[in-house]
């Protein structure tokens, strides 16, 4: 599956939404997303804090791996558009972490007149743990609707 127009049809269970693989994670955008959202949870911005709770320093918000899922998300299936979305965090994302999102889609279904389909997600580190795994459902357009 890549990035060009699809339709409900095209897609068949088992097929990937196209990778994507960010540059490694900085402390200059873990603080950035700090001051946007207002978290600022001392795990993510002060080292001795992290370093005390045992991750060797700060760490990056899970809501950032969230927002790569997302963008992998909306640039694979640029005609569509994400009715869920969720994740579960299963482990941290340090600075220099490069992180790999994957999509593959394991249902499709009427919902209405919505053509649905259900991806599973997974982001991936260099290391091969998962920080974050989940779920998303999309409606794709239809030739039936054209």
Known sequence: MNSEKRFFEDVQIG???PTLVKEPVTEVQIVKYAGA???FNPLHIVHSFGEK?????????GMIIMGFLGQMLTSG??????RKFGVNFRAVTKPGDTVTCRGKVINKFLDGK???IEI????ENQRGETPA???AIAVLPSRSSQ
Do not use: N, Q, R
């Open 15 to 17: 097929d990937e939404i």
């Open 37 to 39: 959202s207002g978290d």
């Open 53 to 61: 709770a045992g991750f060797g320093g700060v760490i990056a918000h």
């Open 77 to 82: 299936l640029p005609d569509g558009f994400i």
């Open 114 to 116: 919505d053509h649905c």
């Open 120 to 123: 599973e997600l997974a982001a």
């Open 133 to 135: 795994t989940g779920k």
